[in-house]
């Protein structure tokens, strides 16, 4: 089956750490993107990647890092200078124009 | 900048009533619009989508028609069901950056 898939479905982390969110995509795609959606809110860009080994900061960069080593992967962290993570995190890849997205990351600070 | 403007929600139907979802956008040049829908506690998946004005796109028996003089892609669907509650959101693509600007998302919630 081809498709994004995101792991974990919930993650909770306490103040002060670090946390990585996964997202991997067998679609052959060259662009991925990362989102954050709060509660009866849009999706704000956080960073995209056009290819491998390039990315870009999107609308709401700070408090985050990402890299893109493989076609396939394209992993999200959570850093501490984040100062409200409380959201659920969406990735998508991209078949210009069409962005198909995965099944999202609940990421709950305690 | 691009922008998209979805009518606020929630919207509340019966079922089986006409569904009108508007949607309206501010952008140069010529993009692709789309409309994607979100269940509960999901990602979000592709509804429809259109690349051109005076396309129509269909999908699920919801349709939607790029309107370049109104600069509008309101979703509509002539019946719905229980099974199409969900937040529906606009967006449209900007330039070769391939990145999507979406709208805020409508709230539709269907009554049996």
């Known amino acids: 089956d081809g498709g994004i898939t995101q792991s974990p479905k919930y993650l909770f982390r306490k103040e002060g750490q670090n946390v990585t969110l996964s997202c991997e995509q067998n679609l052959n795609h060259d662009a991925m993107y990362w989102y954050r959606q709060d509660p009866g809110q849009g999706l704000r860009l956080i960073y995209y990647s056009q290819i491998v080994n390039d990315f870009q900061k999107g609308d709401i960069a700070e408090g985050y890092s990402v890299s893109r080593e493989k076609k396939e992967s394209f992993p999200l962290t959570v850093t501490s200078a984040q100062k409200n993570p409380t959201a659920f995190y969406l990735c998508a890849s991209s078949d210009f124009p069409v962005q198909y997205f995965g099944p999202g990351t609940r990421l709950t600070v305690l | ?112």
Not at chain 2, 10 to 16: A, G, K, R
Not at chain 2, 18 to 23: D, E, K
Not at chain 2, 68 to 92: I, M, N, P, R
Not at chain 2, 94 to 105: N, T, V
Request: net charge neutral; charged share 20%.
């Open chain 2, 1 to 112: 900048g691009n922008s998209v403007t979805q009518m606020e929600g929630p919207v509340t139907l019966s079922e089986e009533a006409f569904l009108t979802i508007n949607c309206t956008y501010t952008a140069t040049g010529y993009p692709s619009l789309f409309w994607y829908v979100q269940y509960p506690g999901e990602g979000l998946q592709l509804l429809l989508k259109a690349t051109k004005a005076d396309d129509k796109g269909s999908n699920k028996g919801f349709e939607a028609t790029y309107r370049k003089e109104t600069t509008s892609f309101h979703l509509e669907k002539g019946s719905v069901q229980v099974s199409d509650s969900a937040v529906y959101f606009c967006a449209l693509s900007e330039g070769s950056s391939y990145k999507l600007i979406f709208g805020s998302g409508t709230r539709l919630l269907v009554r049996p």
